[in-house]
């Protein structure tokens, strides 16, 4: 099982997700709650258990700011904070459930999970494209029974496109072309490039373009470990070379974006994206791209998931063999490593007062 990296920003939802219904999302093993507030339109994240019997909260109502327990009516303000018990006056000191920062950047809401004091906005990765009206955008996202390491290991090898997604997005020459990879430890970043001078246009860029014939083709992954993968990809008819100061105005862009989030130790959330700078007025390409980038994905969950329930079944201590196509997956999971050690030695659940009624706590709701 891949840890969790707590001390983390992660992503809960797109922001056209949150709305003025209660939304209901497990993070990292622990349920949250979110919502849009009346009085300013931020986003606000509660721990989605109700103090008294652990109702969840996403499951009652709002009024106004306020959160309404569906089950016994305690009632909630921003902060998390009880406002309200049925029966009594008097809103016992310890009712309140945690609340977490958030962050609404680039069409995301990202959630920190872990020491509330060590929330920094401006480390979040940048994904510009997803909120630039230059760009036009589709995507989704899809749940999957599986450790979220294996949604990286995915991403970082595109080598399985061949094999996985032939038909679609694959072709030979992503399998026979070697990548080249660089690391940078201290910012947690992972770069991986392949570049193909002559290969076969993929349906994916066929239909979507209308280029006929073979193609150039770059793929440039940077991973933002634990959450943000982006792939540059770029084609061009053969011949289509960068300029001299790395332009490329008769390439056509795709920005490829995924936020691999933990739910819990057995399933992760794929956000996907799939932002272009071409045809941009043209539903008919807006369709294609979405219906056909969707099939791509629920190919990857079949599959992970498959390997999940294989996985599961291997004894203890199982040998796993890798190649020279897995560096950078490999470098991803020696960053998640020191990521997990570095949130366990600054104890991040320190700050985060345990919930009246969960182990370790207790409070009484009479008087």
């Known amino acids: ?26 993070i990292l093993g622990e349920p949250i709650a979110f919502y849009r507030s009346e009085s300013d339109g931020a986003v606000v994240a509660l721990h989605d258990r109700c103090v008294h019997r652990r109702y969840p909260l996403s499951a009652g109502r709002l009024d106004g700011d306020r959160v309404i327990c569906g089950y016994h009516g305690f009632t909630y303000d921003t902060t998390g904070t009880c406002v309200f018990v049925p029966g009594q006056k008097r809103v016992p000191r310890t009712a309140r459930v945690a609340s977490y920062p958030v962050v609404e950047q680039d069409s995301l809401v990202w959630v920190w999970i872990g020491d509330p004091k060590s929330a920094d906005p401006t480390a979040i990765p940048r994904a510009p494209w997803l909120a630039d009206p230059r760009w036009t955008t589709v995507g989704g996202m899809e749940p999957i029974d599986a450790d979220y390491g294996l949604l990286v290991d995915n991403l970082m090898d595109l080598s399985h496109e061949t094999y996985l997604h032939g038909g679609y997005i694959g072709t030979p020459e992503v399998a026979e072309t ?36 073979r193609i150039t083709r770059w793929q440039d992954i940077e991973y933002h470990a634990p959450c943000l993968y ?14 001299p100061d790395g332009d490329d105005p008769d390439a056509f862009h795709v920005e490829i974006t995924y936020a691999i989030t933990p739910s819990t130790e057995r399933s992760v959330y794929d956000f996907w994206a799939v932002s272009r700078d071409f045809a941009q007025d043209d539903e008919d390409v807006t369709t294609f791209l979405h219906d056909f980038n969707r099939t791509v994905v629920m190919q990857d969950v079949d599959a992970l998931n498959l390997l999940q ?35 366990a030695t600054a104890a991040p659940d320190a700050a985060r007062p345990a919930a009246p009624g969960a182990p370790g706590a207790s409070a009484s709701v009479t008087g």
Do not use: K
């Open 1 to 26: 099982m891949t840890a969790f990296a707590r001390n983390q920003w992660y992503v809960a939802a797109y922001g056209r997700e949150i709305g003025r219904e209660l939304l209901g999302r497990t």
């Open 309 to 343: 329930r294989a996985l599961d079944t291997e004894p203890e201590g199982y040998q796993e063999l890798s190649i020279n196509i897995d560096t950078g997956g490999l470098a991803a999971r020696r960053i998640l490593a020191r990521l997990v050690a570095e949130g």
């Open 230 to 243: 982006l792939l540059h990809s770029r084609i061009a008819p053969v011949g289509v070379l960068p300029g």
């Open 178 to 213: 070697p990548i080249t990879t660089t690391v940078d430890e201290g910012a947690g970043v992972v770069r991986a490039s392949r570049h193909m001078a002559d290969a076969e246009c993929p349906p994916f860029y066929a239909r979507s373009t209308g280029i006929e014939g």
